[in-house]
Each structure stands twice: as structure tokens, then as C-alpha cells.
């Protein structure tokens, strides 16, 4: 049986991940899902400073306080920075580093300088205080390749409902990483990119995806939209166990 820890990502808590848990646990895995300061339930402990380090030092500290050791890590999207950085500070204690419709972050990363710059504008403008960025309308998430597909009006209202702005110090504070996890056995599961294209992509060299065709990683789909935990957490949870058997 393996340890999960699952990290959700923008906009989202530990609650997001309930439908993938359930089937986790009830397989016999251990399953931590993570709720990073300044959201969901944790949404009162936000100051001005919360940012990358704040989200990288929480994960580390849970990883670290809780002796979690041979940990499946698992990163949503946004989850990338925390999920980056702790893998870089606690190699040791991570057996594998799963990025579901995501990937990993080269040190120095400005999240908000890998958007386009139409979409960027258009979530700028919509921030509060210049410190939150509100959850934006399924339209505008879908023109940056964020879609709900699969998702039911019922969860789509409750998904809604549930998100927390975000921090802008996730968006904006550079992610510092040292490479201590560069050599970590890694994983994609990609959801809005069929598996081929991620193929095609990995041998014409894209900068995005040239890596992934290192000997460290394993490669997986659940064709879904952007939140597969939503969408299909059945196949979501079947994926992170086939991958946690690999490693």
C-alpha cells in the first residue's frame, strides 16, 4: 500500500480531492489531501506575504511533521509550486512525484510570465486589492486550455461555491529550487493533451515537454478537462495507484 499526498490547485482545499480519496482509501492507501495556507478552510491565515515559499515551506512542514516518508506526491495544476518545491527540499521522503494535468517548475519560475499575455491582462484585471485572484468564468479559463469538460452543472455550481481566491504571491513570487529533486522517479498524467500529442510534442523538443521523455518518467492520460478529480476521479484514482505500483 502506498502514501498519497495530494495537492489541489488554484482556487481549491483538501475538499477537491474527496472522490479521488475515497477509492485511494478503500484500496488500503493512506491518503493526505492538502489544503495550502490562505484557502478553503485555512483561508484566515493569508497575510500580504503568503506566496510561493509560504505554500513550498507549508507542504515541506506537513511532509516533515507528519514523518511522512516513500510519498506518491501528487500536484493539480497550480499545486505544481508547493508540490516543486517540497520535492526539492525533501527528496528523500518522496518515492514519486505525479504532476496531473500539470508539470514541473524550473527554479526561478514566475508562474504569471508562463500565461499569454491576453490571458494574464484579462485575469489582472480582475483581481481585488491586488492581492486575490478571484476563480474566473469557465470561458476565460477555457481560453488558456482550463476547461470543465465532464464536469455536471451540479458540480460545476459546487466547484464555484467552494473556491477561495487565490493568493497573488502564488502568481508573482519567483519559485527558488536548488535540484534536489531533479532526479526523483517522475509522472504525467495529462488530461486536456492527448497522450499522442504529448508524444509528438516530447520528440520535437518543445520547451514544455522536451523533459519528459527522460528515463525518470512514466507517462499516463485520463482524457477528461482540467480536473480530472471532478470529472473522472474514478480513472483519476485508478492512475495514481497504477503509478504508485511503478515506483
Not at 57 to 79: I, K, P, Q, W
Not at 84 to 99: K, T
Not at 166 to 175: C, F, K, R, S
Request: include cysteine.
Amino acid at each position: 500500500m502506498s502514501t498519497f499526498v495530494l495537492v489541489p490547485g488554484f482556487w481549491l482545499g483538501a475538499w477537491a480531492w474527496d472522490a479521488v480519496a475515497e477509492p485511494l482509501r478503500a484500496a488500503g492507501h493512506t491518503v493526505h489531501a492538502v489544503t495550502l495556507p490562505g484557502l478553503a478552510e485555512r483561508a484566515g491565515e493569508a497575510t500580504p506575504e503568503t506566496g510561493t515559499e509560504t505554500h513550498i515551506a507549508d507542504l515541506t512542514d506537513l511532509l516533515v511533521r507528519e514523518d511522512l516518508r516513500d510519498v506518491v506526491l501528487v500536484a493539480h495544476s497550480g499545486g505544481t509550486i508547493a508540490v516543486s518545491g517540497a520535492a526539492d527540499r525533501v527528496p528523500e521522503r518522496i518515492r514519486r512525484v505525479v504532476y496531473l494535468d500539470s508539470g514541473p517548475l524550473a527554479d526561478g519560475t514566475v508562474l504569471a510570465d508562463l500565461w499569454e499575455p491576453a490571458y494574464r491582462a484579462t485575469l489582472e484585471a480582475t483581481m481585488v486589492n491586488g492581492r486575490w485572484l478571484p476563480l474566473p468564468s469557465w470561458e476565460v479559463l477555457a481560453s488558456d486550455g482550463a476547461d470543465v469538460t465532464g464536469i455536471d452543472e451540479a458540480g460545476l455550481a459546487r466547484f464555484r461555491e467552494r473556491a477561495t481566491d487565490q493568493p497573488a504571491g502564488t502568481l508573482y513570487q519567483p519559485v527558488r529550487l536548488t535540484g534536489g529533486g531533479a532526479k526523483l522517479p517522475k509522472a504525467l498524467v495529462s488530461c486536456t493533451i492527448p497522450l499522442a500529442q504529448v508524444r509528438e510534442m516530447i520528440a520535437a523538443g518543445h520547451p514544455y515537454f522536451a523533459a519528459l521523455g527522460g528515463p525518470e518518467w512514466e507517462l499516463r492520460e485520463v482524457p477528461t478537462g482540467h480536473w480530472p478529480m471532478f470529472s473522472r476521479p474514478a480513472e483519476t484514482a485508478a492512475a495514481l495507484a497504477e503509478l504508485a505500483e511503478l515506483a
